[in-house]
T-cell receptor, first 117, second 116 residues
Framework: AQTVTQSQPEMSVQEAETVTLSCTYD???????LFWYKQPPSRQMILVIR??????QNATENRFSVNFQKAAKSFSLKISDSQLGDAAMYFC??????????????FGQGTELSVKP | DGGITQSPKYLFRKEGQNVTLSCEQN?????MYWYRQDPGQGLRLIYY???????QKGDIAEGYSVSREKKESFPLTVTSAQKNPTAFYLC???????????????FGSGTRLTVV
């Protein structure tokens, strides 16, 4: 079974600075997707960024980028020029491409990010 | 606009009662999912359904039941057998197929269930 681990329950960053959230996962599969979701105080889940395992190039979405290390099974999220609105719970998630897995998302425990003005 | 609607936003349950959480989507998605969120534990999968009239247990299905009679609806019943039901419940949906798997989920806004 696949697992996702976020070892940082809480992180803090100064406004306009850069912060990196860590995520590791365990799988025997070679083809899968990885995601970072943001959950602000409203508790609405928002997709931040996604990565397809067969792509070597790291995904980037504006101020958000990932460092995908497939061999190390690591998928960290870097937030540049942090803004007050980035304060939220961040979840790393894994999704198998195998048809018999039902498209399930497997989540890590989450990292609570606070942004200091 | 298309999306997922969860209701109610807050729900209170007395000991021994069954309660049903509603989840409706108009995205024409085949797959739907129920997750439970507790502090420090992330989201854990309760049940999921890939097509109408079919569903599978997730990691923490005990004390819960679901039905999928219509493509648009995937209600979750929290039964009296669920000993610790106080939690935040999230419903999600996803288009089918390997090609669309990278799109992730569309989530509802959640239901907060409290046992009183």
């Amino acid at each position: 079974a696949q697992t996702v681990t976020q070892s940082q329950p809480e992180m803090s960053v100064q406004e306009a600075e850069t912060v990196t959230l860590s995520c590791t996962y365990d799988t025997s599969e070679s083809d899968y997707y990885l995601f970072w979701y943001k959950q602000p105080p409203s508790r609405q889940m928002i997709l931040v960024i996604r990565q397809e395992a067969y792509k070597q190039q790291n995904a980037t979405e504006n101020r958000f980028s990932v460092n995908f290390q497939k061999a190390a099974k690591s998928f960290s999220l870097k937030i540049s020029d942090s803004q007050l609105g980035d304060a939220a719970m961040y979840f790393c998630a894994y999704r198998s491409r195998a048809r018999n897995q039902g498209g399930k998302l497997i989540f890590g425990q989450g990292t609570e990010l606070s942004v200091k003005p | 606009d298309g999306g997922i609607t969860q209701s109610p936003k807050y729900l209170f349950r007395k000991e021994g009662q069954n309660v049903t959480l509603s989840c409706e989507q108009n995205l024409n998605h085949d797959a739907m999912y129920w997750y439970r969120q507790d502090p420090g534990q992330g989201l854990r999968l309760i049940y999921y359904s890939q097509i109408v009239n079919d569903f599978q247990k997730g990691d923490i299905a005990e004390g819960y039941s679901v039905s999928r009679e219509k493509k648009e609806s995937f209600p979750l019943t929290v039964t009296s057998a669920q000993k610790n039901p106080t939690a935040f419940y999230l419903c999600a949906s996803s288009p089918p197929g390997v090609l669309t798997g990278s799109m992730g989920y569309t989530f509802g806004s959640g239901t907060r269930l409290t046992v009183v």
